[in-house]
C-alpha cells in the first residue's frame, strides 16, 4: 500500500490546506485532518465531534506540561 | 548545474567572512554578518547534515512512530516543512534573544562566532541526534533514554538535573521579565491585559465556537494591539498611570501567583489560547525582524571587541573563556532543546528523511534568530547598550552619574541622548533595566522605526516588550506544569495518592511547590543589588549547557551501540567543548577570588563588610546565604553532569571492548507506506 499523505501539506494552494498547516505550525488541534484520518484509518468507527475533538487534542499535547523552550 | 550553486554559495559565504575579518577597527554591516552566517548554515546542512543523516545516523524508509502509532491527535504524519514551524515554534523563545544581548559586552564578534560555529558543530548536531534516537524509539523522553541505554542511575540523575535546571530557568527568565516590566505602567497593563485576552480565547473555544482555534487566535491579536495602544493612554494618564505603576518586588509577587494559578487551571482555560497567542506572535515578530534587518542593514555600532574581555565587564562578571560560552546557550547549543525532540516533534515526523530538516535546520533557523538579535542589540549605540544593561549600582541614578560612568569605561553618551531615548519610547528611565529584554526591544524599535517612522517608537518598544513577555509568561505555566508532573512523579514513590495527577490536592502541593522554588530565586535576584542577572543568568546558562552535555552523553551512546563508534567523534567533540566550558565557569563561579564573580568570596566580602560595620547585618547575612546557595547549587550541577560522563564512558568502554553487545533498544524495522 502506498499513501500519498497530504497531511497538513499545501502543495495544492488551496485555502482550506493553508489553514490546516497554519494549525498544526501553531500546534493547534487539526479536526479536517482527524476526520481524514479516521476515514482513512478507521472507517466506520464513530469520531468525536469537534468540541470533544479539540478537548482531547489540548490535554494530549499538554498531558506533561508541553516542553517549550528558554 | 547543482554543483556550481554550491560552489557560490561556499564562495559568497566566505567572501562574507573574509569582508568581517579585514573591517576589524571599523564600522561594520549587519548585512555581512547575516550573510556569513547564512551561507554557513546552507553549507553545513548541505554537508554535515547530509552526512550525519547518512553516514552515521543512517535514515532510511522505515515507517516513523507518527506513521506506526498514528491515532490523529499526538501521533499523526506532518509534512516536513509544515513540521519544521512547528518544531522552531516550540524550540525558539526567549533564550536565543536574550543571551547575544547580554554578551555583548564583549563585542559582537565572539557571540556571531560561537553562534554560527557552535550550531552547525554542537547545537544542530544535539537536536538532531535527540530527534533521531527519539524518532526510533516510538517518541521517548531524553530521561527514558538515558535510563535505558545508560543505565537506571544515570536515568534518575538527569531527571533530577532537568526538575533542577527547571527551576533556574523559570526564575531567570521571570527575573528579565520583572526587569522589563518594573516602574512601566505601558509595560504593565498591555501584559495584564494578555491574561483576560487568553481567558476570553479559551471560553471562545471551549464554549461559544469549540475547536475554532484561528478565529479566537486572529480576535486575541487585535485585542493584544488595542491593549498595547491603551497602554500609552494608561501610561499619560495621571489617574489610571499610579494604579499600574509597580516596583520589581510586587511583580515579582504577581508573576508567582500567575504561575501558580496558571500551572493548576484546564490547559484549554489558559495555556492553550496562550501558547496559540504567543506561536502566532513569535513567528510574526521573527519574520518582521529579518525583513527589517534586510531594508535597514544598521551599521554595527558596537567595536567587534571591547576592553570587557578581561572580565571587569558591568553586564556580568566574568572573562571572554569561558563566560561567553555559557551566556550564549540558546542559539548555539542548548539542552532544552532536546526536551523537545524527544517530545511532541518525534511523533509527527512522517519519514524518516525529514529529520534532517527538523532536527538540524530547525535549530540553524534557531541560531539565525540569535544573529538577528546580535545585529540588533550591535547597532545600538554602545553607550546606549551599557545605560540599559550595566546594574543601577555602578551607574547611579540620575542621567548624569550614567553618563559620566559611561564615559569612564571609554563610550560617550551625553546625559541629553539617555533623557531623549527613554522619553522617545515612553518610559521614565531605562538606566540599569538589566536582563537583555528591554535592550533587545530598544534595538528591534529603532530597526521596525526605520523601516515605518520614528514616530512610532514608543509603541514599537512596548510590542517588543510584550512579545517577549508574552511567551516568557506561557513559558512559566508551562514550565511550572513540567516541574510538577516530574514532582508528582518523585512523591509518587514516597506517598503514593501524591503520584496521582488527577488529585487535585496533590497538584496544588505539587505546583505551590514548584512556583516557591523558582519564586525563592527570582525574589533574591530582584533583591540583589548587582541586579541578580549578574548571578542567575551564569548558572542558567551552565545548567543549560550542562543539559546539553546530557543530551549528547546519550548521543554518543546510540551512535557506539549501533556500531558506529568510528563516527562517534560528532557527539564527542561538541561534548569536550562544553564540558571544558561549564565545568571552568562553574569553578570559577564557585572558587573565584573575585566578589563579583565568585559565590564563595562575595559571601567573604559581604562577611568582612558586617565586621566593618558597613553592611547591614540582617541583609547581609540574607545575601551571604544566597551565595552559598547558589555555589551549592554550581556544585550539583557540576557533580551530577561529572557523574553522568563517568557512567557513560564506562558503558562506551564496555561496549567498545566487547564485554557488552553492541545493542541499540530501537523499535524494529517496518517498511513505510509513505512513497520515500
Redesign the interface.
Known amino acids: 500500500m502506498r499513501i500519498s499523505g497530504r497531511e497538513g501539506g499545501w502543495a495544492g494552494g488551496r485555502w482550506e490546506d493553508f489553514l490546516c498547516a497554519f494549525k498544526r505550525v501553531c500546534g493547534m488541534p487539526d479536526y479536517a485532518g482527524y476526520l481524514r484520518h479516521m476515514a482513512e484509518r478507521h472507517p466506520g468507527t464513530p469520531v468525536l465531534n469537534e468540541r470533544d475533538f479539540f478537548e482531547a487534542h489540548v490535554t494530549a499535547r499538554y498531558a506533561n506540561g508541553a516542553s517549550r523552550c528558554c | 548545474m547543482t554543483r556550481i550553486l554550491w560552489i557560490l554559495v561556499s564562495l559568497v559565504g566566505a567572501a562574507a567572512w573574509g569582508v568581517i575579518a579585514l573591517h576589524r577597527g571599523e564600522t561594520i554591516n549587519a548585512a555581512w554578518l547575516v550573510l556569513a552566517a547564512v551561507g554557513t548554515y546552507l553549507v553545513g546542512y548541505r554537508f554535515y547534515g547530509r552526512f550525519l543523516a547518512n553516514r552515521v545516523f543512517g535514515l532510511d524508509a522505515r515507517a516513523t512512530p507518527a506513521e506506526r502509532l498514528?491515532?490523529?491527535?499526538?501521533y499523526?504524519?506532518?509534512?516536513k516543512?509544515?513540521?519544521f514551524?512547528?518544531h522552531f515554534?516550540?524550540?525558539?523563545?526567549?533564550?536565543p534573544l536574550v543571551g547575544p544581548v547580554l554578551a555583548m559586552q564583549f563585542g559582537w564578534l565572539p557571540g556571531t562566532l560561537w553562534i554560527v560555529f557552535g550550531v552547525v558543530l554542537g547545537g544542530a548536531v544535539q537536536d538532531f541526534v535527540i530527534l533521531f534516537g527519539s524518532m526510533r524509539r516510538d517518541g521517548k523522553s531524553l530521561g527514558k533514554m538515558a535510563r535505558d541505554e545508560i543505565g537506571p542511575v544515570t536515568g534518575l540523575f538527569a531527571m533530577v538535573a532537568i526538575l533542577a535546571i527547571m527551576v533556574i530557568?523559570l526564575a531567570v527568565?521571570a527575573l528579565v521579565v520583572t526587569n522589563a516590566l518594573k516602574d512601566s505602567p505601558w509595560g504593565i497593563f498591555s501584559i495584564l491585559c494578555t491574561i483576560p485576552i487568553a481567558l476570553l480565547m479559551g471560553v471562545w473555544?471551549?464554549f461559544l465556537r469549540?475547536?475554532k482555534?484561528?478565529e479566537a487566535?486572529v480576535a486575541g491579536i487585535v485585542l493584544l494591539c488595542l491593549a498595547l495602544v491603551g497602554g500609552r493612554y494608561v501610561a499619560l494618564s495621571p489617574s489610571l498611570a499610579p494604579l499600574f505603576t509597580h516596583g520589581g518586588l510586587t511583580i515579582a509577587w504577581g508573576l508567582m501567583v500567575y504561575g501558580f494559578i496558571a500551572s493548576v487551571l484546564p490547559?484549554?482555560l489558559l495555556?492553550?489560547p496562550r501558547?496559540?497567542l504567543s506561536?502566532?506572535m513569535k513567528?510574526g515578530t521573527i519574520v518582521l525582524l529579518a525583513i527589517g534587518i534586510l531594508i535597514v542593514m544598521p551599521p554595527l555600532r558596537m567595536p567587534a571587541l571591547t576592553r570587557f574581555i578581561d572580565g571587569t565587564g558591568p553586564v556580568f562578571a566574568g572573562k571572554l573563556f569561558p563566560f561567553a560560552f555559557i551566556t550564549i546557550?540558546?542559539g548555539a547549543i542548548?539542552g532544552?532543546?532536546a526536551?523537545?525532540s524527544s517530545?511532541?516533534t518525534p511523533k509527527m515526523i512522517?519519514r524518516e528523511r525529514d529529520a534532517r530538516l527538523i532536527g538540524y535546520g530547525g535549530m540553524l533557523t534557531e541560531s539565525f534568530v540569535a544573529i538577528m538579535a546580535l545585529c540588533a542589540a550591535a547597532a545600538l549605540d554602545p553607550g546606549i547598550y551599557f545605560s540599559i544593561n550595566a546594574p543601577l549600582a555602578a551607574l547611579g541614578g540620575t542621567v548624569e552619574s550614567a553618563a559620566a560612568q559611561i564615559r569612564q569605561w571609554g563610550f560617550t553618551v551625553t546625559p541629553e541622548q539617555l533623557t531623549a531615548l527613554s522619553a522617545s519610547v515612553g518610559e521614565a528611565s531605562l538606566l540599569g533595566r538589566v536582563g537583555g529584554a528591554p535592550s533587545l526591544a530598544v534595538g528591534m524599535a529603532a530597526i521596525f522605526s526605520g523601516v515605518f517612522g520614528s514616530h512610532l517608537m514608543g509603541l514599537w518598544y512596548h510590542f517588543a516588550i510584550m512579545f517577549e513577555a508574552l511567551f516568557i509568561l506561557?513559558?512559566l505555566d508551562?514550565?511550572?506544569?513540567?516541574?510538577?508532573?516530574m514532582l508528582q512523579d518523585f512523591l509518587g514513590h514516597i506517598w503514593e495518592p501524591l503520584g496521582r495527577t488527577s488529585w487535585y490536592p496533590s497538584n496544588l502541593l505539587a505546583s505551590g511547590l514548584i512556583t516557591a522554588a523558582w519564586g525563592y530565586f527570582l525574589v533574591q535576584g530582584v533583591l540583589d543589588p548587582l541586579g541578580g542577572i549578574n548571578s542567575l543568568w551564569p548558572l542558567?546558562g551552565i545548567s543549560?549547557q550542562l543539559l546539553a552535555a546530557v543530551a549528547l552523553c546519550v548521543g554518543t551512546t546510540l551512535i557506539i551501540k549501533a556500531g558506529k563508534k568510528r563516527y562517534a567523534w560528532v557527539t564527542l567533540l561538541p561534548l569536550a567543548w562544553l564540558l571544558i566550558v561549564t565545568l571552568t565557569a562553574g569553578w570559577q563561579k564557585i572558587f573565584a577570588a573575585d566578589p563579583r564573580l565568585g559565590f564563595l568570596a562575595h559571601a567573604r566580602s559581604i562577611a568582612e563588610k558586617i565586621a566593618a560595620g558597613t553592611q547591614d547585618p540582617a541583609i547581609g547575612a540574607r545575601l551571604i546565604w544566597n551565595d552559598r546557595l547558589d555555589a551549592a547549587l554550581a556544585g550539583v550541577f557540576m557533580t551530577i553532569v561529572v557523574a553522568l560522563v563517568v557512567a557513560s564512558v564506562r558503558e562506551w568502554t564496555a561496549v567498545i571492548r566487547g564485554r557488552k553487545p553492541a545493542l541499540v533498544k530501537e523499535t524494529p524495522f517496518v517498511e513505510s507506506?509513505?512513497?520515500n
Request: net charge positive; hydrophobic share 45%; with cysteine.
Open positions: 498514528s491515532n490523529g491527535r499526538d499523526c504524519p506532518t509534512t516543512w509544515v513540521l514551524g512547528h515554534a516550540a524550540i525558539a523563545g526567549a533564550g530557568l527568565l473555544m471551549r469549540p475547536g482555534t484561528i487566535t490547559v484549554w495555556l492553550a501558547d496559540y506561536t502566532f513567528i546557550a540558546c542548548s532544552f532543546h526536551l523537545v517530545g511532541t512522517r506561557t513559558t508551562a514550565g511550572t506544569r513540567v516541574g510538577r508532573f542558567f543549560n507506506a509513505y512513497a
